[in-house]
């Protein structure tokens, strides 16, 4: 199940729960084919004999009763049997799986791309083998909280693995240079979000190499809203864990949004212009990254991949206190 709120905070898996995740996603898609993106759910249903409904907020007509012992949030379970839509309506329900009947229901209202996400994530629960028994109805399993958090990271977990397709979306990244342009294709040749292709692409692409990117309103001063303010500039800053690393202490997101209106026009759509930024590592050392940023209407989507570090002299103080130092 989806909570509409932010309280289910992400938690790390362990590693014997994805290794076992990505063979049943593994074995899902091997069995449809191993298909092209971007991966029709409705397929992956057909597969699975799952049925999906949905559902607007306040019409609970066609819901179904539930048991209780449902647990859907951090301080939210029922206490006791309830209709499903009126748990929808207290819970704030985005979504829910139903085991029993093997019927996924989706609020009407969730946005498309949004969507696909919630949809796969349901899927996710349902063949995960150990999520069913766990998930609704059985009073003698009382779920904890960081149990129910732990589903909930499995079942995200799954939802990526099932839509960029095991590991193909990694491979595809990895082959060619990493850029915005190659990260914006992919997301549209994957048929699934912005923000969940950028993460994945900035975290995969090159293992080894700082990336980072943001998703933001336009960078343009004559573009922004009057809430826009540089402190809390972007929706999103994804770092690469070598970016995270080498470049992270030095280089907060507010930071990193100045770099990129420094170099952005102020067109309603397409590219905004790229430029070679500077920043400055955790040694206090100078390197170069390619910054690009490309805006489609709705937010700007900004990468900066690690080209090289400079050569010369560095003019900045470091843990060690040098004030200058030779780089690169
Ligand atoms: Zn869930």
């Given amino acids: 199940m989806v909570v509409r709120s932010r309280d289910v905070k992400p938690i790390p898996l362990r590693f014997k729960s994805a290794a076992d995740i990505d063979e049943v996603v593994s074995r899902v898609l091997r069995e449809l084919g191993n298909p092209e993106p971007p991966l029709k759910l409705a397929d992956v249903r057909k597969h699975l004999r799952l049925a999906v409904g949905s559902y607007k907020i306040g019409d609970d007509s066609g819901l179904r009763l539930v048991a209780d012992g449902m647990l ?18 207290q819970l704030d329900l985005r979504a829910v799986y139903l085991p029993d009947s093997r019927q996924i229901f989706l609020d009407e209202d969730l946005p ?64 060619s240079p990493p850029s915005l342009t190659s990260a914006i294709a992919l997301a549209e040749r994957y048929g699934n979000t912005m923000t969940s292709s950028l993460w994945r692409y900035v975290e995969q692409a ?23 303010g540089v402190k809390s500039p972007s929706r999103y800053c994804i770092e690469s864990s070598a970016f995270v690393q080498q470049f992270g202490a030095r280089n907060n997101e507010a930071l990193l949004f100045e770099k990129v209106i420094s170099y952005c026009n102020a067109r309603r759509g397409g590219s905004l212009g790229g430029a070679r930024i500077v920043l400055v590592d955790v040694d206090g050392l100078s390197h170069e990254f390619q910054f690009e940023t490309f805006f489609n209407g709705h937010q700007a989507l900004t990468m900066g991949v690690w080209s090289r570090a400079r050569r010369g002299w560095s003019a900045v103080g470091s843990r060690d206190n040098r004030s200058l130092l030779r780089a690169g």
């Fill in 72 to 89: 859907v949030g951090d301080k939210q379970m029922l206490s006791q049997p309830t209709l499903l839509g009126e748990a929808i309506r």
């Fill in 206 to 228: 090159a293992v080894d190499r700082p990336i980072v990117a943001l998703i933001s309103d336009h960078p343009h001063p004559s573009r922004r809203g009057p809430d826009s």
């Fill in 112 to 175: 498309r791309p949004k969507k696909r996400w919630t949809e796969a994530h349901e899927i996710g629960h349902s063949i995960i083998p150990w999520h069913p028994g766990m998930m609704l109805g059985d009073t003698s399993i009382t779920l904890s909280l960081d149990c129910h958090r732990v589903m909930e990271a499995e079942a995200n977990y799954a939802a990526g693995r099932l839509l960029f397709l095991g590991d193909r979306f990694a491979e595809e990244a990895r082959a």
